[in-house]
């Protein structure tokens, strides 16, 4: 990483730790935190009607590691066994993708649009949920920023 430049760098250890670039925001004009909250709320729990989680489990393959050569001072050689490992077991919610698409459909039928706006820097203070009223309006110099427990939303960029 020696030859990145420093911007790059910053970018790259962004990434890793909480992403770099834009993110998706809901936006309704003249619309308060707490009818979008609302609203979210309501998508969400019908793309969970509609799309319930159907966890899989599934299993990474078997992986061989071949034994090794390994020779003493005095020139004999002599083979280890090779030996399987078995693969990583995980699981997976194959409605998750569909049910994220449920919930953005139903904001779009709820007159919201989602819009891409870049991340605030690292150290934007949130806000807590009382202290919003109504939504940020879209502009050159807001960031969004997530709210505990709570969307995305806008703020001014610092």
């Given at each position: 990483?020696?030859?990145?430049?420093?911007?790059?760098?910053?970018?790259?250890?962004?990434?890793?730790?909480?992403?770099?670039?834009?993110?998706?925001?809901?936006?309704?004009?003249?619309?308060?935190?707490?009818?979008?909250?609302?609203?979210?709320?309501?998508?969400?729990?019908?793309?969970?009607?509609?799309?319930?989680?159907?966890?899989?489990?599934?299993?990474?393959?078997?992986?061989?590691?071949?034994?090794?050569?390994?020779?003493?001072?005095?020139?004999?050689c002599y083979h280890t066994g090779g030996f399987w490992?078995?693969?990583?077991?995980?699981?997976?919610?194959?409605?998750?993708?569909?049910?994220?698409?449920?919930?953005?459909?139903?904001?779009?039928?709820?007159?919201?649009?989602?819009?891409?706006?870049?991340?605030?820097?690292?150290?934007?203070?949130?806000?807590?949920?009382?202290?919003?009223?109504?939504?940020?309006?879209?502009?050159?110099?807001?960031c969004a920023i997530s709210v505990k427990n709570g969307?995305?939303?806008?703020?001014?960029?610092?």
């Amino acid at each position: 990483m020696a030859h990145l430049k420093p911007a790059s760098f910053l970018c790259l250890l962004t990434l890793v730790t909480v992403g770099c670039g834009p993110v998706a925001v809901y936006h309704k004009d003249r619309t308060s935190f707490a009818t979008l909250e609302q609203d979210l709320l309501a998508c969400e729990v019908q793309a969970l009607r509609d799309a319930p989680v159907a966890n899989e489990i599934r299993q990474d393959p078997p992986v061989f590691h071949p034994g090794r050569r390994i020779c003493r001072k005095d020139g004999s050689c002599y083979h280890t066994g090779g030996f399987w490992r078995e693969g990583r077991i995980y699981t997976v919610d194959t409605n998750e993708g569909l049910r994220g698409r449920l919930a953005q459909s139903c904001m779009i039928r709820n007159d919201y649009t989602q819009i891409e706006a870049q991340r605030c820097p690292p150290g934007t203070v949130r806000p807590p949920k009382d202290a919003l009223g109504r939504l940020v309006t879209p502009a050159s110099d807001t960031c969004a920023i997530s709210v505990k427990n709570g969307p995305r939303v806008l703020r001014p960029a610092p």
